[in-house]
């Protein structure tokens, strides 16, 4: 079956169920040494987290926080209702931030925080960015949510990395934030602990939870609902289709709501299943590589989908990094058509991002983020794929 997400296997569903809680370091993968490592159900959260810690430091109302313009318009709910101004900045077509033009951007409003984000796995320009955040006194945020585990090039300069183990195993929810004491700002470890205990963190949200109206009851339903639906994938062999957004962005987009987000704290279960699959890291891994050099032998043909170019993205072998999707260029014009003909042929293709309000009002100043949403698809390369039957799936096209 083509699952756009990982499923559990059963042993680690039973053993989750039926192990009592262990106080094993779970977030090893990601933590480096002399981090502080805490647990969210979303990186979503932890960005939230870190502005109103910003705001605490700096007593002031708002904060500014500069966020790359190809960004999800949904993992900016929470660090919205938190107040602060958002200032979308330009990235170029390797989608590195476009640091030529940074200082007209500086000097109208320069960064409390910086976010850099290491697209699709990719390591960014994390020492360049290191460097402005010190000049500008701002806090660098590595949102590292596409990027399996800590790796070269990423969790290395930051003041703090978002790690979102959910997007590549199978668990409902889990999230690692990581404070670093020697990024741009030099938290060290007094600066760290004024933060509060790692397991504070999610509690540090109680407010902004109860103004998003996120309730325990909803929470739980959306880890029930994330179990049956992978229950029932793995117990039929039914084809369960996503219902995929439109192609086309919707102008002028609207904000997202609130209610996927659920509550800061990691849910039972994910923490549970999360134990079970950390030991496979390196399996997983190695296969999502696997998956993506399928879909490329498989979509890069010139027979495939009548003619219409579908050429692999940036795929640098000078770099280990762990694909979170395989993303390919194709023609924007044809790009609507050839994802509509993918996904009816049952294969996990999506676009990528729902791009900001802000974004997308003003595609002159953010051509690059424009013209990467509507000549990109992604295929996804999760760990249980079953490649025999993509294979299959393949010769039908």
């Given amino acids: 079956m083509l699952t756009a997400a990982p499923l559990p296997t059963w042993s680690s569903l039973l053993r989750a169920v039926a192990r009592p809680h262990s106080a094993s370091d779970i977030a090893a993968p990601w933590r480096g040494p002399g981090d502080a490592a805490g647990w969210l159900s979303r990186s979503a959260w932890s960005l939230a987290l870190i502005a109103l810690w910003r705001k605490r430091q700096t007593q002031a109302a708002s904060v500014t926080v500069w966020v790359p313009d190809l960004f999800c318009n949904a993992s900016l709910v929470a660090l ?60 660098l945020i590595e949102d590292a949510a596409h990027v399996l585990r800590r790796s070269a090039g990423v969790g290395e300069h930051g003041d703090f990395v978002l790690y979102s183990p959910h997007k590549h195993l199978p668990i409902p929810d889990g999230a690692v934030l990581i404070a670093r004491a020697n990024g741009p700002a030099q938290l060290g470890a007094a600066g ?131 694909p979170y999707l395989a993303a390919y260029r194709v023609d924007s014009a044809a790009a609507q058509a050839i994802t509509e003909a993918l996904q009816r042929q049952g294969l996990p293709v999506t676009t990528w991002p729902d791009l900001p309000p802000e974004v997308s009002s003003n595609t002159q100043h953010h051509a690059n983020a424009w013209a990467q949403r509507h000549s990109r698809l992604y295929l996804s390369v999760h760990q249980t794929l079953r490649i025999p039957q993509a294979n299959r799936r393949g010769k039908q096209q």
């Fill in 80 to 139: 919205r209702a938190t107040g602060v101004d958002l200032v979308f900045y330009p990235v170029t077509g390797e989608l590195t931030p476009d640091f030529a033009a940074f200082d007209s951007l500086a000097a109208a409003k320069p960064p409390d925080l910086f976010m850099l984000v290491h697209f699709f796995g990719l390591p960014s320009s994390a020492a360049v960015a290191r460097e402005f955040c010190s000049r500008n006194r701002s806090w």
């Fill in 192 to 322: 760290i602990a004024a933060l509060g205990p790692t397991n504070s963190w999610p509690a540090q949200l109680l407010g902004l939870q109860r103004q998003l109206g996120c309730s325990r009851n909803r929470s739980r339903l959306r880890t029930g609902s994330w179990l049956v639906k992978r229950l029932l994938q793995k117990l039929t062999r039914r084809q369960w289709q996503r219902k995929h957004p439109p192609f086309a962005e919707i102008l002028p987009a609207q904000p997202a709501q609130a209610g996927p987000l659920g509550l800061p704290a990691p849910s039972r279960l994910g923490q549970r299943l999360l134990r079970e699959v950390v030991p496979e890291m390196e399996t997983v891994a190695q296969r999502r590589k696997d998956n993506q050099r399928l879909w490329d032998a498989m979509l890069c043909r010139p027979e495939v989908l009548q003619g219409q170019r579908v050429a692999p993205a940036a795929r640098p072998e000078d770099v280990d990094w762990t």
